[in-house]
């Protein structure tokens, strides 16, 4: 079975999102995802293009703005280890994860 087999419908839509319209219900199957979900999506979300990331940084900020300061904390905690976890090859897909959650 191919690596991309196994990958969620998130990233398959991600991955092939070119128009518009796709890149809105990429947008949308992101905003409705469990978060839990999504932190299992996190190093693929973090190998998607830059505007593709661009946008999933946009709307998983959002959503991390309306969380509680507790699970903002054990996002950032979750998001460093997975980030601490990635091959030394990927630094980039690591920097990218660590920065999801990070907010000024």
Do not use: C, Y
């Not at 979900?37 to 946009?58: N, Q, Y």
């Amino acid at each position: 079975m191919r690596e991309a087999d196994l990958d969620s419908t998130l990233i398959r839509r991600g991955r092939k999102a070119v128009t518009f319209a796709d890149m809105a219900e990429f947008g949308r199957t992101l905003e409705n995802r469990p978060m839990a979900a999504v932190i299992g999506d996190l190093p693929e979300l973090a190998r998607l293009s830059e505007p593709k990331f661009i946008l999933a940084t946009k709307i998983l900020r959002r959503r991390f703005d309306g969380q509680q300061a507790s699970e903002q904390n054990r996002l950032r905690v979750i998001a460093h280890q997975i980030a601490a976890s990635i091959n030394d090859a990927d630094e980039n897909v690591a920097d990218r994860i660590r920065s999801l959650f990070e907010v000024a």
